[in-house]
């Protein structure tokens, strides 16, 4: 019967000693992977779309948008080009650096009388208000 025992008490005594070589699990949190850039961008960006574009707004008919979010510059940022040459030279750049979440908004049409259009709604987007106009 003792060898049994000894038996027993050994394989006892090897699996506590594997069990505590197995490492613990990690406790740091994953990150998500976004910056505040481009959390920022993504949220200006989709109410851009679904505002000036997607609803066919005339006032942007003639522009097409195109969507550079995924920088690997730090860069992300969506340009609004001519609807007929989607090549063409950018007429606004809308775009967010780095660890910052503010936008930055320029380009030849923030020259014309839309500007001021732009400028506004861009500010509501990124203050976190997805409407289309601003609130009378």
């Known amino acids: 019967m003792?060898?049994?025992?000894?038996r027993l008490a050994l394989l006892a005594a090897a699996g506590l000693a594997l069990a505590s070589c197995q490492s613990s699990p990690k406790s740091t949190p994953v990150p998500?992977?976004?910056s505040a850039s481009l959390l920022a961008m993504e949220q200006v960006a989709i109410a851009a779309h679904k505002c000036w574009i997607a609803s066919k707004d005339p006032a942007f008919k003639a522009y097409q948008m195109a969507?550079?979010?995924n920088?690997?510059?730090g860069t992300p940022r969506f340009l609004l080009v001519p609807a007929?040459?989607?090549g063409g030279k950018p007429l606004l750049v809308v775009q967010a650096q780095g660890s910052s979440s503010r936008v930055d908004v320029f380009g030849p049409l923030m020259n014309e009388p839309l500007g001021a259009r732009i400028g506004a709604d861009i500010a509501r987007w990124q203050a976190g208000n997805p409407s289309c106009s601003a609130a009378a």
């Open 32 to 34: 998500s992977g976004k």
């Open 84 to 86: 007929k040459h989607y």
């Open 71 to 73: 920088s690997y510059s």
């Open 67 to 69: 969507n550079e979010l």
């Open 2 to 6: 003792e060898p049994t025992i000894a």
